[in-house]
């Protein structure tokens, strides 16, 4: 009796609090966090997310285990973020990109890098080129995007990432479901 009291009320929390939110690791919800901080100037942020069976990322390459989320502070829309993996050489490396209402890119922060090789595409300073483009606009690797010493595949395929999933949210946003 006292078991089924306990997993009523462990229920109801979950129901009534937000199962939406992205909940991970304390290391990766700190860089999240700080990257929304950073993009947003805001603290608390809740989580909306948007349904995966409302996109089809299949019309947009070189992503996969996408996650789409608006970003909610104080009742007011602040931004948008986009959760999603890609392929390097071997293994799938997680990150985050910010987009504010317009769709335009904020910020991008690598969140698990799986694999030996390749680590370099965390540098902030070379993700910052990332930030200010839009609709996959200026995307071309070794022409718009810089490459990098040590990170053969993972770089171009991060920005193929990135190009595709800035993509995805200028048509999330002009079919209205964002």
């Known amino acids: 009796m006292r078991l089924l009291r306990i997993l009523l009320v462990a229920s109801i929390v979950l129901i009534c609090g937000n199962a939406n939110a992205k909940k991970y690791p304390k290391p990766i919800q700190k860089r999240i966090d700080k990257a929304i901080k950073s993009a947003f100037g805001a603290e608390e942020v809740k989580f909306e997310d948007l349904p995966e069976a409302s996109f089809d990322i299949t019309s947009f390459p070189g992503i996969q285990k996408v996650s789409v989320s608006k970003l909610i502070n104080e009742g007011n829309e602040i931004g948008v973020a986009g959760f999603a ?45 990332f930030e200010g483009k839009y609709n996959g606009e200026q995307f071309e690797f070794n022409k718009d995007i810089d490459s990098i010493s040590g990170a053969t595949i993972s770089a171009p395929a ?21």
């Open 85 to 129: 993996s890609s392929k390097g050489k071997n293994d799938l490396f997680d990150y985050l990109v910010l987009f504010d209402e317009s769709m335009t890119i904020k910020k991008v922060v690598i969140l698990v890098y799986r694999s030996s090789y390749g680590g370099e595409i965390m540098a902030k300073y070379w993700l910052k080129q």
């Open 158 to 178: 991060i920005t193929n990432g990135i190009k595709s999933l800035s993509l995805l949210m200028v048509h999330l946003k002009e079919t209205g479901k964002l």
